[in-house]
């Protein structure tokens, strides 16, 4: 039913609303655009598929997996993504407005030049992910991991993530991401090495 949905809603570049779908696999070989609008997806599987261009509203993303599929310049507001596994994802270029991530993997995702607008990220697993010059306005990290994310011309300033990981966290070699940045007192240990200082 998903796929049949998606492929009439693009072909008539019509947006889906008021959907459910659970518990279904989409494995498309085509590239799909579409605006969902207040569509729930849970427990659904989406296999190498490409959602580059498509506008989610009020939508929620329930324990789905999503890994290695392509979400590049999306639209995102008032979205809900819950428990979900998106390892490999690409969210290259896509904006995020008062949209909540919590729980679920993001391993080696890509986020590179997104835009986070009024969100909130929880007790999310983002290690290894790419942010690289991303831009964050009022934004909350509630227990997020984000070892040996980079960072690289992302301003952090004002951002608290004193009680989320930030071991191995990758910047420029100016460091000037990290001004401004609000951590805890165990936490500074992880960025004396920016400095060249060993603690013994």
Not at 27 to 39: A, G, I, S
Not at 67 to 81: D, M, V
Not at 92 to 105: A, D, H, K, L, N
Not at 128 to 157: C, G, H, M, P, Y
């Amino acid at each position: 039913m998903l796929e049949d949905d998606m492929i009439k809603a693009a072909a008539e570049e019509e947006p889906l609303i008021q959907k459910k779908y659970e518990g279904e696999i989409l494995c498309l070989e085509m590239p799909v655009k579409v605006e969902f609008n207040h569509v729930c997806f849970k427990k659904c599987r989406f296999v190498s598929c490409d959602f580059s261009g498509s506008m989610f509203y009020n939508v929620k993303f329930l324990n789905c997996d999503f890994s290695n599929c392509r979400f590049q310049s999306c639209y995102l507001k008032e979205t809900e993504i819950w428990g979900c596994k998106g390892d490999g994802g690409d969210f290259s270029q896509s904006t995020f407005r008062t949209t909540m991530v919590e729980e679920g993997c993001y391993h080696y995702a890509n986020y590179e030049g997104t835009l986070w607008d009024g969100c909130r990220l929880k007790g999310v697993d983002f290690s290894e992910a790419f942010f690289a010059e991303v831009k964050f306005k009022k934004i909350r990290f509630e227990k997020v991991n984000l070892s040996r994310v980079d960072f690289f011309k992302t301003q952090l300033e004002g951002i608290d993530l004193s009680d989320s990981n930030i071991e191995g966290i990758m910047v420029s070699d100016t460091f000037r991401e990290l001004r401004g940045l609000k951590i805890g007192p165990m936490q500074a240990m992880d960025l004396v090495r920016f400095l060249g200082v060993k603690i013994i």
